[in-house]
């Protein structure tokens, strides 16, 4: 099992329409959660992050943390073809030592229909 | 502010020869990492280092060897290259917070032949 899951898509969707992303972690003591977009040939740059259970909100970005289920999702609401994009997840977990270790996974594919 | 340059951008290496990826960041960053993104495997971190003077070893470091004399640079070495070193390598940095973002370079596309 990975320590960091995503369906690698491509999710497709019209423009307009909400864009859901999900991503399951494998080790319960992870405390911080990313998403990263990252165009075709570029590098990741950070969407959202989030450390709480719950949901936080950002313009049109939302992350949903639920630590019980071991479960993170990113929502985009009225995607634009400009979000279409690879959306990586990214978790910290704490090591033994003091220090901290980042996992990430292997991203899903957005396409958002114009 | 520059944030986290990169050099070459791309090279084309012949197997067994060395090479040294660049990566120097201006954000006074105490953590920079060096990962390598293939398709479907997403980043794999090879090297990491949380303070100037100070290295350790990632998910797939064998073949790969860092070092950190400054806060700003992370020079990343690939003794003798081997076919299975193509790929694009990312280098980061990051304040070293467990809730720190990572800062990304713009990569360098390796072809080993």
């Known amino acids: 099992q990975k320590e960091v899951e995503q369906n690698s898509g491509p999710l497709s969707v019209p423009e307009g329409a909400i864009a859901s992303l999900n991503c399951t972690y494998s080790?319960?003591?992870?405390?911080?959660f990313f998403w990263y977009r990252q165009y075709s040939g570029k590098s990741p740059e950070l969407i959202m992050s989030?450390?709480?259970?719950g949901d936080k909100e950002d313009g049109r970005f939302t992350a949903q943390l639920n630590k019980a289920s071991q479960y993170v999702s990113l929502l985009i609401r009225d995607s634009q073809p400009s979000d279409s994009a690879t959306y990586l997840c990214?978790?910290?977990?704490?090591?033994?030592?003091?220090?901290?270790?980042?996992?990430f996974g292997a991203g899903t594919r957005l396409f958002v229909k114009a | 502010i520059a944030g986290i340059t990169q050099a070459p951008t791309s090279q084309i290496l012949a197997a067994g020869r060395r090479m040294t990826l660049r990566c120097t960041q201006d954000?006074?960053?105490?953590?920079m990492y060096w990962y390598r993104q293939d398709l479907g495997l997403g980043l794999r971190l090879i090297h990491y280092?949380?303070?100037?003077?100070?290295?350790g070893k990632g998910e797939v470091p064998d073949g790969y060897s860092v070092s950190r004399a400054n806060t700003d640079d992370f020079p990343l070495t690939l003794a003798s290259a081997v076919p299975s070193q193509t790929s694009v390598y990312f280098c980061?940095?990051?304040?070293?917070?467990?809730?720190?973002?990572?800062?990304f370079g713009p990569g360098t596309r390796l072809t080993v032949l």
């Open positions: 954000m006074r960053h105490n953590a």
């Open positions: 980061a940095s990051s304040d070293s917070g467990q809730r720190d973002t990572q800062y």
């Open positions: 280092s949380n303070t100037a003077g100070t290295t």
């Open positions: 989030i450390y709480s259970n």
């Open positions: 990214a978790v910290n977990r704490g090591l033994g030592t003091g220090g901290f270790k980042t996992i």
């Open positions: 080790d319960r003591v992870s405390q911080s």
